[in-house]
């Protein structure tokens, strides 16, 4: 059986859980944008969800947080049951695969959005 998953899910799911993590530890948009080395319309852009956020950047975010991927995809917050089932398959994967993961679903959201 091949499992599906909704690519615009797990964009939305960082894009909130990247905001959750920056008001959690106290951070302005410009504190993040600091440490990124972005500016700040680019964290409004990422939490917002006018961009997608590249695996580079996925990993820095952790960084700045003290956070392994896998407590990145921690479910605190309201999901649907298709992003529960998306997130639990997502925390199985070794690292190495998750990188490629979010590698291809980029190359996905690039195609569909020419």
Known sequence: MMIQYNTDELYDFIAMR???LRISRGYTKTDVAKRLGKS?????QLETRRCNCKIETLFM?????QI???EFFK???ELTPEQKQFILLVKALPKDKFANLMTEVQN?????NQ
């Open 40 to 44: 700040f319309a680019f964290v409004y």
């Open 61 to 65: 975010i952790m960084n700045i947080y």
């Open 75 to 77: 479910e605190e917050i």
């Open 18 to 20: 990247a905001r959750e």
């Open 108 to 112: 996905l959201t690039n195609y569909y």
């Open 68 to 70: 392994s991927w896998s």
